[in-house]
């Protein structure tokens, strides 16, 4: 079956380092996205992703947080400057449809930031 | 962000029985309604939807409960199955691309 991989699995940074979550989205799929899971709180909404541009983005994506696509199959997230809150599991996750949900998400990279 | 909730962070089941996860949602905008589920060290696994306009959708021992008047939803197991021990969560969307809003998650523990 087809699945959504991210790399990698467990990232240490310094706080104030650039770091970059990496996900290949399933190949036929054409909207991506990132969530996130802090320690003992939900999964959220980051940024939805179409076309080589970014249709949604929520209050927590600001300017610290960039996507791209720079190729045809890697999708990736870049948190310029880490801060302590942005520890967290960062999911990737890709879908056929635009609406209905059905969201296929990775395994998550864990990001701890010291 | 208190839109979608999960009142019971526990559940546990004598295999065979019935589980039911329940959430409840305050956004009367909300299109569609899911439920993942989530192993550990693994992302969420969608298991099964119900558009708004619907009050049940079944797949097989799967089936998902929509009350839009109560702002009510829930996910029957049955029979429930050891393998099914997981964490449960609820989630919804609307219009917006692909963000889906997500409860905090239940516990389900299937007992042999």
């Known amino acids: 079956e087809p699945e959504v991989t991210q790399t990698p699995s467990h990232q240490v940074t310094q706080m104030g380092q650039e770091v970059i979550l990496r996900c290949v989205p399933i190949?036929?799929?054409?909207?991506f996205y990132w969530y996130r899971q802090i320690l003992g709180q939900k999964v959220e909404f980051l940024v939805s992703?179409?076309?080589?541009?970014?249709?949604?983005k929520s209050e927590i994506f600001d300017d610290q947080f960039s996507v791209e696509r720079p190729d045809g199959s890697n999708f990736t997230l870049k948190i310029r400057s880490t801060k302590l809150e942005d520890s967290a599991m960062y999911f990737c996750?890709?879908?056929?449809?635009?609406?209905?949900?059905?969201?296929?998400f990775g395994s998550g990279t864990q990001l701890s930031v010291l | 962000d208190q839109q979608v909730k999960q009142n019971s962070p526990s559940l546990s089941v004598q295999e065979g029985r019935i589980s039911i996860l329940n959430c409840d949602y305050t956004?009367?905008?909300?299109?569609?309604f899911l439920w993942y589920k989530k192993y550990p060290a693994e992302g969420p696994t969608f298991l099964i939807s119900?558009?708004?306009?619907?009050d049940k959708n079944e797949d097989g021992r799967f089936t998902v409960f929509l009350n839009k008047s109560a702002k009510h939803l829930s996910l029957h197991i049955v029979p429930s199955q050891p393998g099914d021990s997981a964490v449960y969560f609820c989630?919804?969307?609307?219009?917006?691309?692909?963000?889906?809003?997500f409860g905090q998650g239940t516990i389900l523990t299937v007992h042999p």
């Open positions: 956004n009367s905008m909300f299109d569609y």
């Open positions: 119900i558009s708004s306009i619907k």
């Open positions: 989630a919804a969307g609307g219009t917006s691309y692909g963000k889906l809003t």
């Open positions: 190949s036929n799929h054409l909207y």
């Open positions: 996750a890709s879908s056929e449809a635009l609406t209905g949900g059905k969201l296929f």
């Open positions: 992703f179409y076309n080589n541009e970014i249709s949604e």
